[in-house]
């Protein structure tokens, strides 16, 4: 069984940076697509960010285009989002997701392709 643990969410003000981690156990995620997505009360989950197991491919939302990196270690089975100069819309909390039967649907940003999930990371931005 695979199990997804988020840390490093946390309440920053606008302006400041956050690295979240998301940390696998249970089998090796090498060859995982990976990524991130938020959520926020009464609005649907959405997509981030999200990277190739090779890391030869990574995708974003519009709106955090060139202020998150999402990165992977695959030796300690661990993805990361950096996230720089946040915004109070940024806040949300952010989920890891993998893709553990490595679908390898052709866009990362495609939810159903995700098979297991993490518990989620609170980020709060205050303006």
């Known amino acids: 069984q695979v199990q997804l643990v988020e840390s490093g969410g946390g309440l920053v003000q606008a302006g400041d940076s956050l690295r979240l981690s998301c940390a696998a156990s249970g089998r090796t995620l090498k060859g995982s697509d990976m990524a991130w997505f938020r959520q926020v009360p009464g609005k649907a989950r959405e997509f981030v960010a999200g990277i190739r197991w090779s890391c030869l491919g990574t995708r974003y939302t519009d709106s955090v285009n060139g202020r998150f990196t999402i990165s992977r270690d695959n030796a300690r089975n661990t993805v990361y989002l950096q996230m720089n100069s946040l915004k109070p819309e940024d806040k949300a909390i952010y989920y890891c997701?993998?893709?553990?039967?490595?679908?390898?649907?052709?866009?990362?940003?495609?939810?159903?392709?995700?098979?297991?999930w993490g518990q989620g990371t609170q980020v709060t931005v205050s303006s």
């Open positions: 997701a993998a893709d553990v039967s490595q679908r390898w649907a052709v866009k990362l940003s495609a939810e159903p392709m995700y098979d297991y």
